[in-house]
């Protein structure tokens, strides 16, 4: 999957979404800036690692956008997790509204991933 701005903005607003809907049970356990780190961190993989001619080389790339997606999609399975589970924060419905878009970009995009990743092994 290419890197746009609609794929730029689905992943933001997904983690946005996310530390909205994270924010009140992680304060027990995390400060906010690590819960903003953890939640942020795929967004700001997917923003810096790019592909293409003077970026980072592919296979890195390519792996850190592996690890972004899986995390992302971890993260937004936990918050539909704490749905069912009756933990309903006041906008919970437009919180995962606004997840759904990234989640869609990840879903898809990590088959793509996968079989680049594949491709680009050295045989053994």
Request: charged share 15%; glycine share 8%.
């Amino acid at each position: 999957m290419v890197w746009t701005r609609w794929s730029d903005l689905a992943i933001g607003l997904g983690a946005l979404g996310q530390v909205a809907y994270l924010a009140e049970p992680s304060k027990a356990h995390l400060t906010v800036w690590w819960t903003l780190g953890l939640i942020l961190a795929p967004y700001l993989i997917m923003l810096f690692f790019q592909f293409g001619p003077g970026e980072a080389p592919v296979r890195w790339v390519m792996r850190l956008r592996l690890i972004a997606c899986i995390w992302f999609l971890v993260l937004t399975a936990l918050c539909l997790g704490l749905a069912t589970t009756g933990y309903r924060p006041e906008g919970w419905l437009l919180f995962l509204a606004m997840m759904a878009p990234g989640t869609r970009y990840c879903a898809r995009a990590l088959p793509d991933l996968v079989r680049l990743r594949r491709d680009l092994e050295p045989p053994l």
